[in-house]
């Protein structure tokens, strides 16, 4: 069966609405069509019932793949023997070394949960589809011995011939190469491999990363963004985004627990892994908000689990990251908000707030100029820096950046 799918606005769904689209629509039409729902079903099957374009928009719309996706719904990947991650080959060799690899890269260079499963995933696919060309999913015997090593350029070369036939874009093909060179070279460190067998992959292949575009929104951008808001949850999100700088899956995970709003100065506190940035985020603007959507969630009548964006369909008890970006793009289409012609993401709403705080520290030291002429320095910053105190320094600032989101999040009637 055919064509049915092509009429689905997959790209326009949202991670939780794709997730009630499967139980309430693609599991009934399999059933229609003899399979069993007890059991996990394939990728041909979703084609033969005409929604294989799920798994289309699952990898480049939410960077997950449909066995992931599968899991979310009720269907398990076939554990391993022990309860850990279904690798789903049977080298134990392999699956040693890269639990192990794993492992490192957790304790030593304090990735994100986040990051190492999405690395996992990726080296899953790559072995998977290794042992389905070769028989087995032998990759670290096969690069133990230098005689080895043009057969096995050989045959990794296949394996990423299907993969790049199967992943969508350039982007995706290079972070599956990177991230498989990367176990290779674990191993080549560890003296458990002779050669990387991926060392030459990208050379085979036309692949490019797309330039960057760190445009961020405007303020004009931001207001609009901000008035076509219809619920309190929407308000915090362009807020936490905004006007707090949060990643989406920040956003996405922020919990109670994690906010200090008594005293001078309100803030969010991170754990001391934070990718990239302080441990704690100050709250300059949208407390009064916050501290709605809070009472609001608090005195439901439904138990609330302390999440500021909880979800019931899902096992953290929070949206995730995607459903962040996807009810992001949403505001974005009704607002008809546009950035060089294209739909923008979460991200540029947090290059908004990195790009006001510049424009804030800016305003600031051309305040201080006239003191620095009178004090006969001609840098505004020796000021701020030896003749301000720490608390002043952080009160104008915060001062100069409230300006700047006041003028972004103008005041609206609040949503009902």
């Known amino acids: 069966m055919t064509g049915e799918s092509d009429t689905i606005r997959w790209s326009h769904k949202s991670f939780e609405e794709l997730q009630t689209f499967w139980n309430t629509q693609i599991e009934p039409a399999l059933q229609r069509a003899g399979h069993d729902l007890d059991e996990r079903p394939t ?51 392999t699956i040693d070394e890269l639990e192990l690899y794993l492992e490192s890269l957790e304790r030593r260079r ?21 042992r389905d060309l070769h028989g087995q999913a032998t990759l670290v015997t096969r690069v133990a011995a230098p005689d080895d090593e043009a057969d096995e350029i050989q045959r990794v070369l296949a394996v990423f011939d299907e993969l ?5 874009s350039d982007e995706s093909k290079l972070r599956y190469l990177s991230d498989i060179q990367q176990f290779y070279e674990h ?8 050669f990387n067998p991926t060392a030459s992959i990208a050379a085979e292949y036309g692949w490019t990363r797309t330039k960057k575009d760190n445009q961020p929104l405007s303020s004009q951008q931001v207001r609009r963004l901000y008035g076509v808001t219809e619920t309190a949850s929407e308000q915090l999100l362009v807020l936490a985004l905004c006007a707090w700088g949060l990643r989406r899956s920040e956003v996405a995970a922020l ?28 709250l300059i603007y949208g407390v009064p908000e916050l501290s709605d959507r809070i009472d609001a969630l608090s005195s439901g009548t439904q138990e609330w689990n302390g999440y500021l964006f909880p979800s019931k369909a899902s096992s953290s008890g929070h949206i995730t990251g995607e459903t962040v970006q996807a009810r992001f793009k949403r505001l974005a289409d009704r607002a008809a908000v546009r950035v060089r012609g294209e739909q ?12 006001t705080y510049n424009q804030a520290m800016n305003a600031l030291l051309e305040n201080l100029d006239v003191i620095a002429t009178e004090q006969g320095s001609a840098d505004s910053s020796v000021v701020l820096k030896s003749y301000l105190s720490e608390a002043e320094r952080r009160e104008y600032r915060r001062e100069f950046m409230r300006e700047r989101l006041a003028d972004a999040f103008e005041q609206r009637p609040q949503p009902s």
């Open 43 to 93: 990728y041909q099957d979703l084609l033969d019932t005409g929604y294989g374009g799920i798994q289309y928009t699952l990898r480049e719309h939410h960077e997950m793949t449909l066995g992931a996706f599968l899991e979310t719904v009720g269907y398990a990947d076939g554990p391993s023997a022990d309860g850990g991650y279904p690798w789903m080959i049977d080298d134990e060799t």
């Open 110 to 130: 304090n990735l994100a949960e986040s990051t190492i499963k999405s690395k996992q995933a990726r080296l899953a696919t790559y072995a998977r589809v290794y």
């Open 164 to 168: 790049n036939q199967e992943l969508g």
């Open 187 to 194: 191993l080549q460190r560890r003296a458990k491999a002779s």
């Open 255 to 282: 919990h109670v627990s994690q906010l200090v709003l008594e005293g001078e100065q309100p803030h969010i506190a991170f754990d001391d892994d934070r990718k990239n940035g302080p441990g704690t985020v100050a």
């Open 344 to 355: 923008p993401t979460s991200k540029m709403g947090r290059r908004f707030w990195y790009t």
